[in-house]
Structures are given as C-alpha cells and as structure tokens.
T-cell receptor
C-alpha cells in the first residue's frame, strides 16, 4: 500500500463554499501532483510541485490553487466551489519524477458541488 | 500535442483466460515512457507496467506483458491467466523524457473478469 493519503474521501458541498482537499505522503517524495478525473474520462493534470515552495499549473486549467509549505503536504483549495467543479480529484507523488519512477496515488476525493 | 487513445471502453474476460487491452499514442518525440496503470473500484491507482521507448524488448511483470510497436505507436497490455482481482479500470499513459512532468492518460478501459 502506498503511503499517500487524501481526505475527505467524499465531499458534498453547496455552491460558493470554500473547500480544501488534503493530500499527505509519508515517503519523503519531492514531486507531488493533482489530477482531475471525470467519470469515464482520462485524468488531467491540474497542478504539480517539484518540492517545497514550488507549484506549477498543469495542462487543464483549474480555478483551484495549491500550496507546498511542507514536503509531505500538498493541499488543493477552491475559494468558491461551483457545480462545474464536481469531479474526482487524485493526488500523487513520486521520488524521481513521472518519467523515472512510478507515481503513487491516493484514494481520491470525490467532490460534489450542489 | 501528445495524445493517448484507448479504443475499448469496456472489455471482459473469463477467469484464467488471456485478454489484451489496446492503446495508441501520438507524439513527435523519440524519447518517452509508456505506462499502464490499474485503478480498482474505490481503491488507489497503481502502476502495472512501464516501458522505455528506447528499449526494443517488451516489458513483462509476472502475468502482465506489453506489445510495444514503436513505429505504429501502439502499446497494448496483455493479461494472462486473468484473476478476479484483475477487474479494474486500466489507463494507458505517456510522458516525454526530459519534458515537463505532464503524464498524459487515455480514457481508460474497464475490465470485467467473469468467474
């Protein structure tokens, strides 16, 4: 089992609320990633980080923001949730990067915005 | 732009039989990596197998093997002696060596294993 944890597992929230999806890993990995996955669709990279104080936007434009203050923690925040944000969000980490090392994925957060 | 296409949204196989999942990709790069990831229902996604484009030999991991056809840009996954625990979504993915950390995924193939 990978030591990467996401909370909450499921979240149902009303429009306009601020939410933070938590992601933590205990493997000491420098690189961390956030993917968005709609049902029956491919995963899209929305944010990634090379290490502390490093954050980059991925391919898919997202209104979410991330921070990386500690190596083990990579939270994702939505300031004002909307129904269009309804999706599954997957966090992942790796030691040497996606090319040289496999990604370890969390169990995901299924977000529903009403 | 890199793309990954999985043309089989769903596949089924009888337990102990062999099944092949298809994947094609498009890239203008010569150095890249290909992956198959497995996502069981309500469980974490895990790496099944990885292939470096510069290696001609097909990767193998126990019952899982790939057929990598670089010229055809094809990367199929063969599962031998299928087990009930193989039931999952399988995602093919591609990344360019030396590029950004942008792993590009296909839409996935849902594999059902019938007892």
């Amino acid at each position: 089992e990978a030591d990467i944890y996401q909370t909450p597992r499921y979240l149902v929230i009303g429009t306009g609320k601020k939410i933070t999806l938590e992601c933590s890993q205990t493997m000491g990995h420098d690189k961390m990633y956030w993917y968005q996955q709609d049902p029956g669709m491919e995963l899209h990279l929305i944010h990634y980080s090379y290490g502390v104080n490093s954050t980059e936007k991925g391919d898919l434009s997202s209104e979410s923001t991330v921070s990386r203050i500690r190596t083990e923690h990579f939270p994702l925040t939505l300031e004002s949730a909307r129904p269009s944000h309804t999706s599954q969000y997957l966090c992942a980490s790796s030691d040497y990067g996606a090319t040289n090392e496999k990604l370890f994925f969390g169990s995901g957060t299924q977000l529903s915005v009403l | 732009a890199q793309t990954v296409t999985q043309s089989q949204p769903e596949m089924s196989v009888q337990e102990a039989e062999t099944v092949t999942l298809s994947c094609t990709y498009d890239t203008s790069e010569s150095d890249y990596y290909l992956f198959w990831y497995k996502q069981p229902p309500s469980r974490q996604m895990i790496l099944v197998i990885r292939q470096e484009a510069y290696k001609q030999q097909n990767a193998t991991e126990n019952r899982f093997s790939v057929n990598f056809q670089k010229a055809a840009k094809s990367f199929s996954l063969k599962i031998s002696d299928s087990q009930l625990g193989d039931a999952a979504m399988y995602f093919c993915a591609h990344i360019t060596q030396g590029g950004s950390e942008k792993l590009v995924f296909g839409k996935g193939t849902k594999l059902t294993v019938n007892p």
